[in-house]
């Protein structure tokens, strides 16, 4: 069974420049997160879906970020205009919504990521 | 203070050691404990998983969870070259799915 597919792996752009990043989940996996890891830390959650629906999206810098989950299955994260802090490593991720499996805690699988450089 | 703390390292083992690797959190509602492994240019996939206090194991890894310290653990018993990664703890609060991580710790272990 594929994993979480992501493009590109890697992006460089100069500030002020948009980008976007795009996620297919594991099949059947109806909740979606993108995290975002800085150099050295922990990935951080940005935006977490249900479905199509964007269910905690509290850690999402909304003035420059915005993500879209059409038909529940793809994801698309951006970011305009792009920042020199915006470099980091963007991961997605997906899980069965909690109790599928009959356990309230559901795996998140994570994808490989996408390596933004900033400029 | 961050909600996970956790030791960066480097750790660096020659092959066939004992590993210890810790975390501590200061925030009591977390219940589900988590130790992932991200290799180098990759995402991190999960290792172990533990809900609330005590003790599993799984092969050569060994996760504990003291509730009461508000300490984890996770034990490699007889490392190989391939265990080479880091290794993030990560924790939530059950109903919440927001994971939150630690730093991660960079283990080498040396042929």
């Known amino acids: 069974e594929a994993g979480v597919v992501q493009s590109p792996r890697y992006k460089i752009i100069e500030k002020k420049q948009p980008v976007a990043f795009w996620c297919n989940p594991i099949s059947g996996h109806n909740t979606l997160y993108w995290y975002r890891q800085n150099l050295g830390q922990g990935p951080e959650l940005l935006i977490r879906y249900e479905n199509e629906e964007a269910v905690d999206d509290s850690q999402l810098p909304k003035d420059r970020f915005s993500a879209e989950r059409l038909k529940g299955v793809d994801s698309t994260l951006k970011i305009q205009p792009a920042e020199l802090g915006d470099s980091a490593v963007y991961l997605c991720a997906s899980s069965l919504k909690p109790g599928t499996s009959g356990r309230e805690q559901e795996t998140q699988y994570f994808g490989p990521g996408t390596r933004l450089l900033v400029l | 203070q961050k909600e996970v703390e956790q030791d960066p390292g480097p750790l660096s083992v020659p092959e066939g050691a004992i590993v210890s690797l810790n975390c501590t959190y200061s925030?009591?509602?977390?219940?589900?404990f988590m130790w992932y492994r991200q290799y180098s240019r990759k995402g991190p996939e999960l290792l172990m998983y533990?809900?609330?206090?005590g003790n599993k194991e799984d092969g050569r890894f060994t996760a504990q969870v003291d509730k009461s310290s508000k300490y984890i653990s996770l034990f490699i018993r007889d490392s190989q070259p391939s265990d080479s990664a880091t290794y993030l703890c990560?924790?939530?609060?059950?109903?919440?799915?927001?994971?939150?991580f630690g730093k991660g710790t960079l283990l080498t272990v040396n042929p």
């Open positions: 533990t809900y609330s206090s």
């Open positions: 925030n009591s509602a977390f219940q589900y």
């Open positions: 990560a924790m939530n609060k059950g109903s919440n799915y927001k994971l939150t």
